[in-house]
């Protein structure tokens, strides 16, 4: 047969180091640019021009091979790798991703194996002039993977079936095991342990397939952990009006297959809830009508917005794909009966939409479309576990890359806006599904963050870093963008001012793969980010300060000025390790330019990630030796200290080097620090 590729009109349907920058314990990356490939446009829309002046720690787009061959350099290498990051002599590095920037460092992302087990919460990310050189490291977990046995005490049934009570609590139905207990070592939240890691199947309480992971202390039988797997989220139908579709002609037909894209293809499940459905086909090149009763509508409008989002992380931050190997998603569309939300499944490698209530309303659009595939560029990057703070990013993610791709596309019948399923129209009365500039606006998400937002669900926990990605992009206050007029707020009342979309975004996604990992929560999410930015656009300018400022309006973190705006700050964002009940360990900063003494109201910003908050003691010591205690075994059985401490630290010089003590005085527990800051008003 012979095949040719098809663009097609359907009617109302729908890219090394050179210098050091200033700020006291930050790096930046600065060099010259390598031209990235050209990319095809997407369907109906003209690319964005790429930036006269791309910074040298962008991305580059690798072509499958060209990526191939780097993770192939990574694996030759990966046992000395190993060896340089100081692993064990029973770990191992499995190369799961490969991003290289325009002045060619390359950033590896592995997953890690002790004794043949695999790791979870083990993944890191390390960087270098070539694949799998170590010169800089992040880490899901900064505990030694040193489980005190491989062995299991626990049978495997007894895993199974606290697994399947686990989806039977959740009002599952069909609760099935669909992958027997597998032993693993689980370090994603403190000491390392054997467990088994139990997945089971059937459906959620709505009819969203579930892929339920249960962990399992394989010597006590106590659950550590679930999530789901399955990763939804709710959209709109608002068509994208007369668009063009890339399509494929077999013989004399023609059918929903993208050659243009890694081969997407555009399935029909007319109502089912399993396989693949149908590929969408027939003899003409003209798909749906606009109306939700045309089964072909709801399909070119999942097609279209797979191939905007395909274009948008190809033009935009060189990604070929979402994982980055050239090769298509598939979508299916007509799921189940009056189902209502949308989902992605790494099981399938797919985007998945139900046509909503009384069938009516399809949840095709661009940013739902956007939404779904970015939850699977996640799942390739970070593998953001999806539950806790880390879930909460993890949808946010999807929220912040659907909204991005709306812009993008820039297409009239859907024009770009900071509202979640503005459309469809959910609650009745024609309010969206979540807001960007103010996330309690819906009702249950949150504006900012508290120490218990871990706990809720991960749609309402993102609202955290939607709004941060809105303040970044846009600013606080009031300001109307195409027609829709936002209001942001601020948690601590004071003005931030935006950096615009194009430069958050770019942030965003640099930090999402490079920095980010399965546990990272919003005090490393901060912290990604700044050193997103500082390789970026350096640490100095109002980028870097815009950042710190987004991030402290809604209570993550210190100000750029401090508490009361204006000042000048000092942030080291290097990682020190924390000994578990051992020496105190010290993390310094320099100060300079300033005149006289510190001032009264010295503000000491804490960032520190750890099991047992209540084990650490913390000190801040001044140049001459003198220290202040900040924390003295305060915060019982909470993890991690991410506060802000005021000091009289006026008798004390204010140059020179000023260091962060922390000495960890109980055992069991491990942690680390993650950052620290001073910041003079």
């Known amino acids: 047969m012979r095949s040719r590729t098809s663009h097609r009109r359907t009617p109302r349907t729908t890219q090394r180091r050179a210098a050091a920058v200033a700020l006291a314990g930050v790096a930046a990356l600065i060099a010259t640019a390598v031209q990235s490939g050209a990319a095809t446009a997407a369907p109906g829309t003209t690319p964005r021009a790429a930036s006269a002046a791309a910074s040298a720690s962008e991305s580059v787009t690798l072509t499958p091979a060209q990526r191939a061959a780097l993770m192939r350099q990574a694996d030759s290498v990966k046992a000395e790798t190993a060896k340089d990051l100081g692993l064990g002599a029973k770990e191992k590095l499995v190369v799961r991703d490969v991003l290289k920037d325009r002045d060619g460092t390359v950033h590896v992302r592995y997953e890690r194996t002790y004794d043949g087990l695999p790791v979870l919460g083990g993944d890191l990310v390390v960087q270098g002039d070539t694949a799998g050189e170590a010169d800089k490291v992040v880490k899901a977990t900064r505990a030694a993977v040193k489980p005190a046995t491989t062995a299991a005490t626990v049978p495997a049934a007894k895993a199974e079936q606290q697994a399947l009570s686990a989806a039977k609590a959740e009002k599952a139905e069909k609760a099935d095991v669909d992958r027997a207990p597998r032993k693993v070592i689980w370090a ?268 809720i669900d991960v749609h309402y926990s993102s609202g955290v870093a939607n709004h941060f990605f809105y303040l970044l992009s846009e600013g606080s206050g009031t300001k109307t963008i195409n027609g829709v007029t936002y209001d942001s707020p601020t948690s601590d009342g004071l003005p931030v001012t935006g950096i615009g979309r194009d430069k958050a975004e770019k942030i965003w996604f640099r930090a999402l793969t490079t920095k980010f990992t399965s546990t990272t929560n919003y005090a490393a999410a901060r912290t990604g980010t700044l050193a997103a930015t500082g390789e970026l656009y350096g640490t100095d300018g109002a980028e870097y300060k815009a950042v710190q400022d987004a991030w402290a309006a809604v209570n993550v973190g210190a100000r750029s000025g401090g508490p009361g705006g204006g000042g000048t700050s000092f942030e080291s964002s290097a990682d020190v390790a924390i000994p578990d009940a051992g020496a105190a360990v010290t993390s310094p900063i320099t100060v300079t330019g300033r005149t006289g003494n510190a001032p009264a109201n010295l503000q000491v910003s804490v960032d520190i990630v750890h099991t047992w908050s209540g084990d650490l003691v913390v000190d801040l010591v001044a140049p001459d030796g003198t220290s202040y205690r900040l924390r003295n075994r305060t915060g019982g059985s909470a993890d991690d200290i991410n506060e802000t401490y005021t000091v009289n630290a006026s008798s004390e010089s204010a140059n020179g080097t000023w260091q962060l003590r922390v000495q960890d005085v109980a055992r069991y527990d491990t942690g680390y620090i993650n950052g620290w800051s001073l910041t003079f008003p």
Not at 202 to 214: W, Y
Not at 405 to 431: H, K, M, Q, R
């Open 188 to 455: 994603a939240d403190g000491r390392p342990v054997v467990a088994y890691e139990t997945v089971v199947g059937g459906l959620q309480h709505d009819g969203t397939p579930q892929e339920l992971h249960v962990v399992t202390d394989a010597t006590t039988g106590e659950k550590l952990y679930e999530w789901q797997a399955v990763q939804n989220g709710t959209g709109h139908t608002v068509y994208s009006g007369t668009v063009d579709l890339t399509t494929t002609q077999s013989g004399s037909s023609y059918n929903l297959t993208d050659g243009a894209r890694g081969g997407h293809r555009t399935y029909n499940l007319n109502r089912g809830t399993s396989g693949t459905g149908t590929l969408f086909s027939g003899s003409d090149d003209v798909w749906g009508n606009g109306s939700p009763s045309n089964a072909e509508s709801a399909g070119a409008d999942a097609h279209y917005g797979a191939a905007l989002t395909w274009d948008y992380y190809k033009n935009v931050h060189g990604r070929s794909g979402i994982r980055g190997d050239g090769v298509g998603a598939y979508s299916r569309v007509h799921y189940g009966n009056n189902y209502v939300n949308a989902f992605w499944s790494d099981s399938c490698f797919c985007m998945t939409y139900g046509d909503g209530s009384g069938n009516a309303n399809p949840l095709t659009s661009i940013d739902v479309a956007a939404h779904e595939m970015s939850h699977g560029l996640t799942s390739s990057t970070a593998g953001l576990i999806y539950s806790g703070e880390s879930g909460g990013l993890n949808e946010a993610t999807s929220d912040i890359f659907g909204a991005t791709v709306e812009f993008y596309a820039n297409n009239s019948s859907d024009v770009g806006d900071y509202l979640i399923g503005e459309e469809i129209d959910i609650n009745g009365d024609g309010t969206p599904l979540r807001y960007m500039d103010e996330p309690s606006k819906d009702g249950r998400s949150k504006d900012s963050w508290y120490s218990g937002i871990g706990s």
